[in-house]
């Protein structure tokens, strides 16, 4: 799958891309959708197609693969997130290639965890994130300078909060009577 040379940087001979672990880890949090009411993981057939469409092979049942996600949820905040996932994963190995060793899995859940530990390696964990909109709950990769953002979308959650914030506040101000100076 990918790897990890120690000390290599991305796109070395290793073949290693942050962006690529980015895209693998996010998509695997977002497989359920409270909001929409949908999970990848109801179902081996959308399973294994989610796994195709990004090269992988599975081999672990639906039940780990769905504790392994919630437990990533957890870990990077989301508050309905079940539990710590203690003894969780998948087969990782650490091979050598071209000169250098890397992280190689055996199946989709263990390239997403290797993944996650790469991402946590370079110290990036804190920058994925789960979206605090009451009716969102999407992870996403926080890629501002001072990894600040909030919203998985400004101008979808993260407006409609500012909006209906406003009309709270609004809503606060005419129920208080008017005091002249």
Same mark, same amino acid.
């Given at each position: 799958m990918?790897?990890?040379a120690?000390?290599?940087?991305?796109?070395? @001979?290793?073949?290693? %891309?942050?962006?690529?672990?980015?895209?693998?880890?996010?998509?695997?949090?977002?497989?359920?959708?409270? *909001?929409?009411?949908?999970? &990848?993981?109801?179902?081996?057939?959308?399973?294994?197609?989610?796994a195709?469409?990004?090269?992988?092979?599975?081999?672990?049942?639906l039940?780990? &693969?769905?504790?392994?996600r919630?437990?990533?949820?957890?870990?990077?905040?989301?508050?309905n997130?079940r539990?710590?996932?203690?003894?969780?994963?998948?087969p990782?190995?650490?091979?050598?290639?071209g000169?250098?060793?890397v992280?190689?899995?055996?199946?989709?859940?263990?390239?997403?965890?290797? *993944? *996650?530990?790469?991402?946590?390696?370079?110290?990036?964990?804190?920058?994925?994130?789960?979206?605090?909109? @009451?009716?969102?709950?999407?992870?996403?990769?926080?890629?501002?300078? %001072?990894?600040?953002?909030?919203?998985?979308?400004?101008?979808?959650?993260? %407006?409609r909060?500012k909006?209906? %914030?406003w009309?709270?506040?609004?809503?606060?101000g005419?129920?208080?009577?008017?005091?002249?100076?």
């Open positions: 990918t790897g990890l120690a000390g290599a940087g991305a796109g070395q @001979e290793t073949g290693w %891309n942050v962006e690529r672990d980015v895209e693998l880890l996010v998509a695997f949090l977002n497989t359920g959708s409270a *909001a929409a009411g949908t999970d &990848v993981l109801v179902d081996p057939v959308g399973w294994r197609i989610w195709a469409e990004r090269g992988l092979t599975t081999e672990a049942d039940d780990q &693969v769905r504790m392994v919630d437990a990533l949820r957890a870990a990077v905040g989301d508050p997130g539990g710590l996932g203690e003894g969780l994963g998948s990782v190995r650490i091979e050598l290639r000169g250098a060793p992280l190689a899995a055996t199946d989709a859940v263990g390239a997403v965890l290797a *993944a *996650a530990a790469r991402i946590a390696v370079l110290d990036q964990w804190d920058r994925v994130k789960i979206c605090p909109a @009451e009716d969102c709950g999407w992870a996403f990769f926080d890629r501002s300078r %001072n990894r600040s953002r909030t919203w998985c979308s400004m101008r979808v959650c993260g %407006n909060e909006a209906r %914030n009309r709270e506040r609004a809503r606060g005419a129920d208080r009577p008017l005091v002249l100076p």
